[in-house]
């Protein structure tokens, strides 16, 4: 059959790895596809670079805009990155007819819902499997292995460079600074870490799965974002001792008033699978109703594994290239006139337990003043440990496990637990999810 043509946009690390895998697996694919794949233009600002990658026999220029809006591409792979060129790139190509495969996680977590609505209106596909965790294929499960339920939960470790962080401060007892410049060195995290260690580019891919798991509209500007850069060694020896490990997480829960979308550093138990997922290593948890809870797990980022899910897609659109478009898996999971309105929770009104840290003067009192803080607003003590002060010291450190509470009586508590005189510098507070 006539192959299907292919315009790549962007070919740093995963656009050469999908020409390798393309080539490598050519055979396989075609079967699998029932027409040959084949990129036919490459668009890059650095055509020696695309030279050296692509080869003999395709066409090369610095205009991506020439690639979206030529006859003879079918498929357009946006590997670019960012929120403001590709944008104008993605609805150019679906203006013009083109299904849409990319990798671009931020842009479909900021843009998502335009472009999904422009897709629809053309009747063409943006498939995306490659923005969220890497190699795992997540998207898939969420839209179709687990149609069949309705989805309560999901938790992922969706980042690499912070759980590689994280891994090697337990493993070795080292302050988030140096792991940071090891993690650089080794090329796990960026000269500029921002998005990773602050959470961002896990909250762009837990927004993703949310909308597809709840069937609501994508709202990264609603998601509660905090990183790990507060995070000290002391409280991943802490969580140790206790029977946890502490990872950076994207949680999304199912409430009867809402959903609860939010990233941040999560205390877990440590007998857990995903507790146990280290290094750069990526894994989902999901939670449906019929099915229990289902684990994914592979690598989140990297040429192949990342250029196995683009290609994944492009097979995918491929089967689906001439079918009606009212008989293809919609973009987010839900027929769009089922999408739901069910509003995502401030973080104030989200339920869940807490882990505290604080440092106070070793006297009598203190702890009962603090116990006392805590049952006035209705936050019982699930377990405790107090470090013995060493010799001489006047200040030791108090670590207290909650049961489940309100984000708001929590806050409430912290404040008031910080005017007292005993307790000096503020409360290092962590949430603690019993997956």
Do not use: C
């Not at 949680?251 to 941040?264: D, F, K, S």
């Not at 990342?306 to 994944?312: H, L, N, R």
């Not at 104030?348 to 337990?353: A, F, L």
């Amino acid at each position: 059959m006539k192959p299907i043509n292919v315009g790549l946009l962007g070919i740093g690390t995963v656009g050469g790895g999908t020409f390798t895998v393309l080539k490598r697996n050519e055979e396989e694919i075609t079967r699998r596809a029932g027409r040959p794949i084949r990129i036919t233009t490459v668009a890059d600002k650095n055509l020696e670079l695309a030279r050296s990658v692509a080869g003999e026999g395709v066409k090369l220029t610095d205009d991506a805009f020439s690639v979206v809006t030529d006859p003879e591409i079918d498929i357009v792979v946006e590997l670019i990155g960012g929120y403001g060129v590709a944008r104008e790139l993605v609805l150019k190509a679906i203006e013009n007819g083109k299904h849409v495969v990319t990798a671009n996680k931020a842009l479909l977590a900021v843009h998502g819902n335009e472009i999904f609505a422009a897709a629809q209106k053309k009747g063409v596909m943006v498939a995306f499997e490659a923005a969220v965790a890497g190699g795992i294929p997540i998207i898939k499960a969420l839209r179709e292995g687990l149609s069949a339920n309705r989805i309560q939960w999901l938790a992922g470790i969706i980042n690499g460079t912070t759980n590689f962080i994280l891994s090697e401060m337990r493993d070795k007892g080292l302050p988030f600074a140096e792991v940071l410049k090891e993690a650089q060195a080794l090329g796990y995290a960026e000269a500029d870490p921002t998005f990773d260690i602050e959470g961002v580019d896990a909250a762009h891919k837990a927004t993703l799965m949310a909308s597809i798991a709840f069937g609501v509209p994508v709202q990264f500007d609603k998601t509660y974002v905090e990183g790990i850069t507060k995070l000290e060694a002391a409280d991943i020896k802490y969580a140790e001792q206790l029977g946890y490990r502490i990872k950076l997480l994207g949680i999304a829960r199912r409430r009867e008033q809402g959903i609860e979308l939010r990233v941040h550093p999560t205390l877990i138990p440590a007998k857990r699978l995903i507790a146990n997922v280290e290094g750069a290593m990526n894994a989902v948890l999901v939670q449906g109703d019929a099915v229990g809870a289902t684990l994914y797990y592979g690598k989140g980022a990297g040429a192949e594994p990342t250029a196995s899910a683009v290609i994944a897609d492009l097979v995918d659109v491929t089967r689906l290239h001439t079918a009606d478009p009212e008989h293809r898996v919609p973009h987010l999971a839900f027929q769009p006139d089922q999408i739901s309105e069910l509003p995502v929770l401030p973080i104030d009104e989200v339920e869940t337990s807490y882990y505290l840290r604080l440092h106070v003067e070793d006297k009598p009192g203190v702890l009962a003043d603090v116990t006392r803080i805590l049952a006035d607003q209705s936050i019982s003590i699930d377990a405790m440990l107090q470090r013995e002060p060493e010799e001489g010291e006047a200040q030791t450190d108090i670590i207290i496990l909650t049961h489940l509470t309100i984000e708001k009586n929590m806050n409430a508590a912290i404040a008031k637990i910080e005017s007292l005189d005993a307790v000096t510098g503020k409360v290092v507070r962590l949430r603690l999810e019993n997956l």
